[in-house]
């Protein structure tokens, strides 16, 4: 299995982030990558997603209660530690540099 | 008017093909998005996807599995299909047409055939290996076809029953894979191999589920 943080992967850590650890389950983190990039995803792609990272040791997920509204099915709330934390910043830090010096990227926003 | 339940069928699918570990929440997402007002065709595309996901997961992560479950599905299927129509042709042939043999006798034979097969695989493979056996049983119809269709055998062939190998390869075949799957699952108390697996793994916390 790889190592690198691919950028799904980078988005899905940031929707978990950006959540609170009761709001952080699929429905949430797929809504709110949504909203924030206009990208649709698939709750599927969310959950194998969330699951390599677990793998990776990067996310950790708990079982919450069932619920009748879910049909009688549990929520599993994820939440990125301190590994992962280290692996995002990480990606920003090459991100940034990357961006330094390009003069097409240079003052707009678009 | 959209139905109050989600439906069955994906939802049956998911929980008998997809691990646990991922199929009960995702379940529970699926159904909170539906009651919150998605489409069931949103709902099939979701289950489709997932499926599809757990399948390409399981093969990625256990190839020798994946080759085990072909093995014993095709060793199965083939040759229960192989034996029963035989048997069949030999009495039924002598009192219908051999188009009517084909149509009511072989492909119900051959969709029990694929079922036990499915049903096999289910029981003694991870959940998505099913999965692996229907889509194996999909692409080689279609390279078999392709290859009679390259060697002109296929215009030699009475059009019945090259539509008959049609709906038996790429309908039939998969269904009754499924169907045996499903079959297989319905019973998850009983020694199957996921019983067997959750024994083994300790990280995973069973759910807890209410009603």
Known sequence: MGDRLESFELMILLAVLRLDDKDAYGVPISTEIEQTTGRRVALATVYAALERLEDRGWVTSRMGESTAERGGRAKRYFRVNAEGVRRVREAKRALVKMWRGIRELQGGTT | ?211
Not at chain 2, 23 to 30: I, K, Q, R
Not at chain 2, 52 to 77: N, P, Q
Request: hydrophobic fraction near 50%; proline fraction near 5%.
């Open chain 2, 1 to 211: 008017m959209k139905p109050a339940n989600p439906p069955t069928l994906p939802t049956k699918l998911l929980e008998s093909f997809v691990p646990q570990r991922t199929s009960e929440a995702l379940l529970g997402d699926l159904i909170e998005q539906y009651e919150a007002g998605r489409s069931r065709t949103w709902y099939w595309q979701q289950v489709i996807l997932a499926l599809a996901i757990s399948a390409g997961r399981e093969l990625r992560a256990s190839k020798l599995h994946a080759a085990r479950a072909v093995v014993i599905g095709s060793l199965t299927g083939a040759s229960l299909s192989y034996f029963t129509t035989l048997l069949a042709g030999r009495f039924v042939g002598r009192f219908v047409g051999v188009y009517t043999t084909y149509y009511l006798v072989f492909l119900p034979l051959s969709f029990f055939s694929f079922a036990a097969s499915g049903w096999i695989v289910r029981r003694s493979h991870p959940r998505a290996m099913v999965l692996i056996w229907a889509g194996f049983c999909v692409v080689a119809s279609v390279v078999a076809f392709a290859v009679c269709a390259w060697l002109s055998i296929l215009a030699q062939i009475p059009a019945p029953i090259v539509v008959f190998f049609l709906v038996l390869d790429f309908i039939i075949g998969p269904l009754g894979v499924l169907a045996g799957g499903l079959w297989g699952s319905s019973d998850t108390d009983n020694a199957s191999y996921d019983t067997h697996r959750k024994r083994t793994e300790t990280s995973y916390t069973p759910l807890r589920r209410s009603g």
